[in-house]
């Protein structure tokens, strides 16, 4: 299964496309992808390496795209600038998953930080 055959945003296929390198779908993401992008809740295990970070990005960003269109993103009443918030176990995982946000993001108008603690602010 291809990354083509998904319905989600172009530029964000052009992202898979041009800038990752990416064409298939590995078996977690043709499995967890279906049912995430059509708005589910899913639980997902598979070894390191196997494509899980974009298996949950990918509907995440997809959401933030319908929202940024609808004139609706980042316009929580507490936090008007954030859209979207994921919690890693560790400072690693963070710095991994905001690299491949901004990779699937390359060709969109989102910002992306990752956020450690046990370090200095300056």
Do not use: W
Not at 19 to 27: A, G, N, Q, S, V
Not at 54 to 61: G, R, V
Not at 100 to 108: Q, S, T
Request: hydrophobic share 40%; with cysteine.
């Amino acid at each position: 299964m291809t990354f083509e055959s998904l319905d989600i945003d172009p530029l964000t296929k052009k992202s898979l496309r041009e800038h990752m390198k990416y064409d298939k779908m590995t078996e977690v993401q043709q499995q967890a992808l279906p049912v995430a992008l059509a708005g589910k809740d899913l639980l997902a295990q598979a070894k390191t390496g196997t494509g899980k970070t974009i298996a949950f990005l990918l509907p995440t960003i997809q959401k933030l795209v319908a929202l940024k269109a609808s004139g609706r993103a980042g316009q929580g009443r507490n936090n008007p600038g954030i859209s979207c918030l994921i919690i890693s176990p560790t400072r690693e995982l963070a710095i991994q998953i905001a690299k491949e946000a901004e990779n699937l993001l390359h060709f969109h108008s989102f910002n992306v930080a990752a956020l450690v603690g046990g370090t200095s602010k300056y």
